[in-house]
């Protein structure tokens, strides 16, 4: 089995900064791409970050560009989410994924960690 499991998640203040990791455990896997993924309630989940694992070419929605950085560390196969500039809009629980393809699916997921900004 593969396991991803995210960290670093909590409450902060509007203005303020968090940072995510991502790590993996179990069998090894073919890498493509991680990302980062978020879902307020009664919202669908929405794509935040991704980062092709070869080369590190990134994309990032709109709505956190010149915010988020994601990054990869290739000796260690986990992947981080630094948020700055935090805003109550991105309130949510925030997941990591992998997949192992360039096309489909994402094949693995974390369990969620939770993101709350105050006003």
């Known amino acids: 089995q593969v396991q991803l499991v995210e960290s670093g998640g909590g409450l902060v203040q509007a203005g303020g900064s968090l940072r995510l990791s991502c790590a993996a455990s179990?069998?090894?896997?073919?890498?493509?791409?991680m990302g980062w993924f978020r879902q307020a309630p009664g919202k669908e989940r929405e794509v935040v970050a991704r980062?092709?694992?070869?080369?590190?070419?990134?994309f990032y929605a709109d709505s956190v560009k010149g915010r988020f950085t994601i990054s990869r560390d290739t000796t260690k196969n986990t992947v981080t989410l630094q948020m700055n500039s935090l805003k109550p809009e991105d309130t949510a629980v925030y997941y990591c994924?992998?997949?192992?393809?360039?096309?489909?699916?994402?094949?693995?997921w974390g369990q969620g960690t939770q993101v709350t900004v105050s006003s």
């Open positions: 179990g069998r090894t896997f073919s890498r493509y791409a």
């Open positions: 994924a992998a997949k192992s393809k360039a096309y489909g699916q994402y094949d693995y």
């Open positions: 980062i092709i694992w070869s080369g590190g070419s990134t």
